[in-house]
């Protein structure tokens, strides 16, 4: 466990930090060793809105318990800083700058020298405006720093026996709307309920992508049978038509992250 060692030592450095806490695989796994290496001098910070499922935040409070870390929940509006709404190329950039001011806001009032972020090297590979932002603001990534790819904190955090190991990967709802759509709250709620329901007939990794009126739904191609027999491609259908989507699809492609940024290339 080298590279967790490193991390520790790294964190340990810090002194003392607040970590941007989503409860999901990377987070959780920097939270952990931010424990182990600082203790008591470290706070967990979680950002709630309609960008974040209700589901994922009480996944973040439980853990925070069981590992005796102070965690502070903020609550923040995304959809109200300028140029959000619209869902521009840079979406991610503007609200990260926003969210992460907050954070080093939170973090100061609480005694914490630095706020670090779960970004992990498979991360340098695409499309990541949010990056640029976090580097602005001096928000530490201690998992880039210490060369951690993805299936290594997968990994790393089963021999920790960490409940995330094997947690699918997540990223904000917004990340489902086609550039230069309109993001609403009644759309982002389409989008939760759409997922929650896939998770709830089994699926492991998945994404409802939103264009307009129309569902793009991806899954595992290994899944795919799974999605096309009945009763489960009927549930899917009717209920995500009941959500408000005109059509619903699937992608033959299957799931990848950062599909939004194909049109980019």
Excluded at 15 to 29: E, I, K, P, R
Excluded at 63 to 88: M, T, W
Excluded at 197 to 209: A, H, I, K, S
Aim: negative net charge.
């Amino acid at each position: 466990m080298s590279k967790y060692d490193d991390l520790k030592r790294y964190l340990s450095e810090l002194g003392s930090v607040a970590v941007a806490f989503s409860g999901g695989v990377d987070s959780t796994f920097l939270l952990k060793a931010a424990r182990e290496a600082l203790g008591e001098r470290v706070i967990a910070l979680t950002a709630t809105s309609c960008f974040f499922p209700e589901r994922e935040l009480e996944e973040a409070r439980a853990f925070c318990r069981e590992l005796g870390v102070r965690h502070i929940v903020i609550h923040s509006d995304e959809l109200k800083i300028e140029g959000i709404a619209e869902n521009p190329k840079n979406r991610c950039y503007l609200c990260k700058k926003e969210l992460f001011s907050g954070f080093l806001r939170a973090a100061a009032e609480n005694g914490a020298a630095f706020v670090a972020e779960g970004s992990n090297m498979d991360d340098n590979g695409d499309y990541r405006p949010g990056l640029q932002a976090i580097a602005e603001l001096g928000i530490k990534s201690p998992l880039r720093e210490c060369g951690l790819w993805k299936q290594e904190i997968r990994d790393l955090s089963r021999e920790l026996g960490l409940p995330t190991w094997k947690k699918q990967s997540f990223a904000c709802l917004a990340s489902r709307f086609v550039y230069g759509e309109t993001i609403t709250e009644e759309k982002l709620g389409m989008v939760e309920k759409a997922e929650q329901l896939l998770l709830d007939l089994g699926f492991t990794q998945y994404r409802v992508r939103i264009h307009g009126k129309m569902a793009r739904i991806e899954i595992l191609p290994e899944e795919f049978p799974h999605l096309m027999n009945d009763p489960v491609r009927t549930e899917v259908a009717d209920t995500l038509k009941k959500l408000g989507f005109t059509y619903v699809s699937m992608d033959l492609t299957g799931y990848r992250t950062g599909s939004m940024n194909e049109v980019l290339k």
